[in-house]
């Protein structure tokens, strides 16, 4: 029983088979890794650019109710909310406030069923955004340093990414 095996194993050895098999395994592993930097790279870009509109929006951003009438494009809606949504955790909580989270949040695009609500959340988050001693200054100031944090913050790479 044990000859057979080791015949067999000799056998598969010399006729090249084993490594036929690593090496289509080292090519597909290949791929993958090729395939995950593309993705990584992509979503970094992504990443980028979502932050660039929101810098722009936060030197645009609209403050009174004669303002957020006047967007007219969703758009413009969806980007002032964004800007809104990352400006929240980064500003300052107010004296007497323990939990930040009781001050409220802006609700993402998805949680918002029509125009209307989002006109209403956008003057809720305005609101907040002055309670708190939000300026156009100082929302550019605040928002500029994350940027480059948020997309070179997750600057991780695998071992495997390296073996070549």
């Given at each position: 029983?044990?000859?057979?095996?080791?015949?067999?194993?000799?056998?598969?050895?010399?006729?090249?088979?084993?490594?036929?098999?690593?090496?289509?395994?080292?090519?597909?592993?290949?791929?993958?890794?090729?395939?995950?930097?593309?993705?990584?790279?992509?979503?970094?870009?992504?990443?980028?650019?979502?932050?660039?509109?929101?810098?722009?929006?936060?030197?645009?951003?609209?403050?009174?109710?004669?303002?957020?009438?006047?967007?007219?494009?969703?758009?413009?809606?969806?980007?002032?909310?964004?800007?809104?949504?990352?400006?929240?955790?980064?500003?300052?909580?107010?004296?007497?406030?323990?939990?930040?989270?009781?001050?409220?949040?802006?609700?993402?695009?998805?949680?918002?069923?029509?125009?209307a609500q989002r006109v209403e959340e956008l003057k809720k988050s305005r609101t907040r955004f002055l309670a708190r001693g939000g300026t156009?200054?100082?929302?550019?100031?605040?928002?500029?340093?994350?940027?480059?944090?948020?997309?070179?913050?997750?600057?991780?790479?695998?071992?495997?990414?390296?073996e070549e």
């Open positions: 029983m044990i000859r057979y095996s080791r015949k067999s194993d000799f056998a598969d050895d010399a006729s090249g088979k084993q490594k036929q098999v690593k090496a289509a395994q080292m090519e597909a592993d290949a791929e993958k890794v090729t395939e995950n930097r593309a993705a990584l790279a992509s979503k970094a870009e992504a990443a980028r650019v979502k932050h660039a509109i929101i810098l722009a929006t936060a030197k645009e951003l609209e403050l009174t109710d004669a303002g957020i009438e006047k967007l007219k494009v969703m758009v413009k809606f969806n980007a002032q909310l964004d800007c809104f949504r990352a400006l929240e955790p980064l500003l300052p909580v107010p004296a007497g406030v323990s939990d930040p989270a009781a001050l409220g949040a802006t609700p993402l695009k998805s949680h918002m069923k029509n125009n156009i200054a100082l929302a550019q100031e605040l928002l500029s340093g994350t940027i480059e944090q948020a997309v070179c913050g997750n600057d991780t790479q695998y071992l495997s990414d390296d």
